[in-house]
């Protein structure tokens, strides 16, 4: 059973080809999902409690296909089992008692999966496949909890409850990283070649650059300039506030000169995206608690958020409580004032009083803004109002970078390939800079531009804005807004 479990993290065996090719040990993992579809052996572990993929979701999939193209896992395989298709009737298998949960195929495809949603967008007959992997990763967490053994369950509590969980937590951790960084001690790692020893080259090679000062949300308010239109909730994040503090700085001072009053709660804590993404709706549903107690309690309009993958879990709460008739209002009401920053700027409009940014600039599309939140336009919107700026299309701008929360570590190889993927689309419109809107993205782009030797940079779009105002302002003799 530990070999399950083994699996489900990172499915060693299971490595890739070139692309639409698979290794021996892909086939045979493939072949041992089949098997054990086509033996109708029965079920020894099914979908059990709470979480259960929702029959009348999955039955909705009619067998079309016209999900296929957009899958990143399908597109580098061409294996119909690594495709959406293929996920939804593997789900089903088990939700009608013919497939194990168990089956190292079947956890090895909910693994898989980047959870990118882009077969949701595109779905015509609207399978929701959000609201399938999610309670099918759940459950098979829960089912291998027995098996894992305490020290992997251990380690497991700590990443997803303790660190995720408490932001104080999360800051300390934070500054040792940044400890080590400024000390050399991570370049010192990598060059002596331990980091390689110790397997954990790639780790560190992703690990973000810690922000010199922390984005501490301490109950501020910030005034609006000039008349105001709104007064915004602002939810720092955990990654966001301790890597890219740098970006909730500059969102609080757009938002100002935007005409929000802006507050951070003290009160607020991580969305819970990376718990659900890994599988654990329970620990999700006590982070968004949280939040929701944390806003109505504001007296704030909205709640805006400038990581994508946040974003849509914080708008998805709703259906994170649906089986719970005390919350369930509550996490309604609370999604439905949910905005990114940039639908939100877009919505109000900005102040135009933006300065020169002389640069060609593409956008990369993070997954959970383009296909699980459908905002395409309004961050380009922005982009465009920037005097001097060119936006350039990337192509395949809306295919997963394969950053995905931690997929990077459970699935290092599909991760790479689709970074590479990415990184070879940007640095082939000849930009100087790669916009985008969450941090994972922004990691997982500058990683596989430094890879390919590019020189290009990779930016949240907000920090764009930020740096055309401040142009702007310096031109104009105007104070920088404090
Ligand atoms: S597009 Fe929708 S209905 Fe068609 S195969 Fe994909 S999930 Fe099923
Ligand atoms: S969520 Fe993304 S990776 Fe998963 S099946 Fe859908 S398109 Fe493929």
């Not at 639409?20 to 052996?41: K, Q, Y």
């Not at 810690?210 to 008349?227: N, Y």
Request: glycine share 8%.
């Amino acid at each position: 059973m530990d070999e399950q479990a083994d699996a489900f993290e990172s499915h060693p065996e299971a490595r890739y080809g070139g692309a639409g090719r698979m290794s021996d040990a892909t086939v045979a993992a493939h072949e041992e999902a089949a098997a054990t579809l086509a033996d109708f052996a029965p079920a020894a572990n099914g979908f059990t409690g709470r979480d259960i993929p929702p029959d009348d979701v999955f039955n909705r999939c009619v067998r079309c296909g016209l999900c296929l193209p957009t899958c990143p896992t399908y597109v580098e395989t061409m294996v119909e089992t690594s495709s959406p298709r293929g996920r939804i009737a593997l789900i089903k298998s088990v939700a009608e008692g013919q497939l194990d949960l168990l089956s190292p195929g079947f956890m090895h495809q909910m693994s898989e999966c980047l959870d990118c949603r882009a077969c949701e967008a595109v779905c015509p007959s609207g399978v929701e496949y959000g609201k399938l992997l999610e309670p099918a990763r759940t459950q098979v967490n829960r089912a291998l909890e027995q098996e894992r053994g305490p020290i992997k369950n251990f380690v497991r509590h700590l990443l997803l409850h303790v660190l995720f969980g408490n932001l104080a937590i999360m800051r300390l951790v934070s500054r040792v990283l940044w400890l080590v960084q400024r000390l050399g001690l991570q370049a010192f790692a990598q060059k002596s070649g331990l980091a390689r020893l110790f397997g954990m080259e790639k780790m560190i090679d992703l690990a973000p650059r810690m922000s010199d000062t922390f984005f501490v949300a301490r109950d501020q308010r910030w005034e609006a300039t000039g008349a105001k239109k709104a007064t915004v909730f602002l939810h720092g994040g955990c990654i966001m506030a301790t890597a890219f503090a740098e970006i909730d700085f500059a969102t609080v001072r757009v938002l100002q000169r935007a005409g929000c009053e802006v507050l951070a709660p003290a009160a607020q804590g991580c969305c819970g995206a990376i718990t659900v993404h890994a599988g654990d709706m329970d620990a999700g549903r006590e982070l968004a608690k949280r939040n929701i107690e944390a806003f109505e309690q504001s007296g704030a309009d909205y709640y805006i958020i400038n990581a994508a993958g946040c974003g849509s879990t914080l708008k998805e709460y709703g259906h994170l409580f649906h089986e719970d008739p005390q919350w369930h209002a509550r996490a309604v009401r609370f999604a439905a004032k949910v905005r990114d920053i940039t639908e939100f700027l877009d919505e109000i409009g900005i102040d135009e009083n933006l300065g020169r940014i002389e640069a060609t600039v593409t956008y990369q599309e993070p997954c959970h803004l383009v296909h699980a939140q459908r905002i395409t336009q309004a961050p380009r919107n922005l982009l465009r109002k920037i005097p001097g700026l060119t936006l350039v299309e990337m192509d395949e701008s809306s295919l997963c970078c394969g950053s995905a929360g931690i997929y990077n570590l459970t699935q290092p190889e599909m991760s790479q390939r689709l970074m590479e993927r990415k990184a070879k689309n940007a640095a082939a419109t000849g930009a100087s800079c790669c916009a985008t809107a969450n941090p994972g993205c922004q990691l997982q782009v500058q990683a596989g531009l430094r890879r390919e030797g590019s020189e290009m940079s990779v930016r949240h779009i907000i920090e764009l804005l930020d740096e055309s105002y401040r142009v702007g302002d310096a031109s104009r003799g105007t104070p920088a807004t404090p």
